[in-house]
């Protein structure tokens, strides 16, 4: 059971507004939105970003996706990740590699390249201590990576770490962030 209660008909403006935002990105208004919707600043900011990362960006979305994965696994979060999971299969991502993203075959696997097993490297480096990434390891992600880029992938791994133990401390599911296929 979720710790608070999901707003279903927000009378505040901007809360209104959010979900009319939620509604036109995911096709409705996820549960972690609706539980947001408590605090009006909070679901406005949060609910951009989701309809930001969770698309086209100077990263490709179905990678995005894979490094959400990665990042909820890094830090035993459990809030979205299987609908997460069926948004990375239907991004076109292999069973191959959404199952080598889920433990640590990533490191040893042919499913990924250099670049991406990078990015995974920092995903556990973070959830370890963002305080201690090396210059090497950034040498190597900026030897593969653009600055746009490395920007845009930071903030996922980090924003999808607040959100990942929001969303379980919350208790909140997240059955499909997506009313259709996205595919």
Not at 15 to 20: L, M, S
Not at 107 to 131: P, T
Not at 158 to 171: A, E, Y
């Amino acid at each position: 059971m979720p710790a608070v209660h999901y707003v279903d008909s927000p009378d505040d403006a901007s809360v209104v507004e959010t979900f009319q935002v939620a509604e036109k990105h995911f096709g409705h208004v996820p549960n972690l939105v609706r539980a947001l919707g408590h605090n009006p600043a909070l679901c406005k900011s949060v609910t951009e970003f989701f309809a930001q990362a969770m698309g086209e960006g100077s990263v490709s979305w179905a990678f995005k996706e894979l490094v959400i994965m990665k990042t909820l696994r890094a830090i035993g979060a459990y809030y979205g990740y299987g609908s997460h999971e069926q948004l990375a299969r239907e991004l076109g991502n292999s069973e191959e590699r959404i199952g080598d993203v889920a433990n640590s075959l990533w490191e040893v696997s042919d499913h990924f390249s250099d670049a991406e097993k990078a990015v995974f490297g920092l995903v556990r480096q973070i959830g370890i201590d963002a305080n201690d990434v090396k210059d090497e390891q950034w040498e190597e992600l900026r030897s593969h990576w653009s600055n746009e880029q490395l920007i845009e992938l930071n903030a996922l791994i980090t924003t999808f770490i607040m959100i990942g133990r929001l969303g379980d401390t919350l208790g909140v599911s997240e059955p499909a962030f997506f009313a259709q296929p996205v595919g």
